[in-house]
């Protein structure tokens, strides 16, 4: 069975800060991986996602994830924080079925 | 959100009472996902259809939850009767394969 855990319910960072949000997974076989964002009274929006190739990939509003399959890990960065990225974070995996959600972690980005 | 219709956006209902939230996909895709949305249990995956039949609906709580997707445009979920545990957001979401998968905004169900 695949599953997917985001060890940080909460991740505080300041302003102009890099910020790291943490994945890991479990899955057999080669896995799809994705990251989605929730902003309040909206449906999860999709970010980015790895399915073969570099191990960095590159998505929506300057987030990137770096896939490190030693580590199984898949973890969402971006270089500089601003206050509008402020919302819930949801990593997903997927192998043969459908996608399994993580439990989100909320990201507070302060000004 | 542009691929997914959701209505009603919020309903606010008696225990009891019947409660139909629908779906309309916009574009193409061969998969259509229910979630429901809680702050205690998070993001919870309810049913799934393929090409419109029914392929895992596990996840639904109780005989109390019905899904039904008639054709490639539509798709129902039904609460009857409703009580008030089953106030959650009640999202659909649209997928091409075991890949990316778009929501829509959401149903806010309130039972009281």
């Known amino acids: 069975a695949q599953s997917v855990a985001q060890p940080e319910d909460q991740v505080n960072v300041a302003e102009g800060n890099p910020l790291t949000v943490k994945c890991t997974y479990s899955v057999s076989g080669n896995p799809y991986l994705f990251w989605y964002v929730q902003y309040p009274n909206r449906g999860l929006q999709f970010l980015l996602k790895y399915i073969t190739g570099d191990n960095l990939v590159k998505g929506s509003y300057g987030f990137e994830a770096e896939f490190n399959k030693s580590q199984t890990s898949f973890h969402l960065k971006k270089p500089s924080a601003l206050v509008s990225d402020s919302a819930l974070y949801f990593c997903?995996?997927?192998?043969?079925?459908?996608?399994?959600f993580g439990k989100g972690t909320r990201l507070s980005v302060i000004a | 959100d542009a691929g997914v219709i959701q209505s009603p956006r919020h309903e606010v209902t008696e225990m009891g009472q019947e409660v139909t939230l629908r779906c309309k996909p916009i574009s193409g895709h061969d998969y259509l996902f229910w979630y429901r949305q809680t702050m205690m249990r998070g993001l919870e995956l309810l049913i799934y259809?393929?090409?419109?039949?029914?392929?895992?609906d596990s996840g639904m709580p109780e005989d109390r939850f019905s899904a039904k997707m008639p054709n490639a445009s539509f798709s129902t979920l039904k609460i009857q009767p409703s009580e008030p545990r089953d106030s959650a957001v009640y999202f659909c979401a649209i997928a091409g394969g075991s890949d990316t998968q778009y929501f829509g905004p959401g149903t806010r169900l309130t039972v009281l």
């Open positions: 259809f393929n090409n419109n039949v029914p392929i895992d």
């Open positions: 997903a995996v997927s192998g043969n079925t459908p996608l399994v």
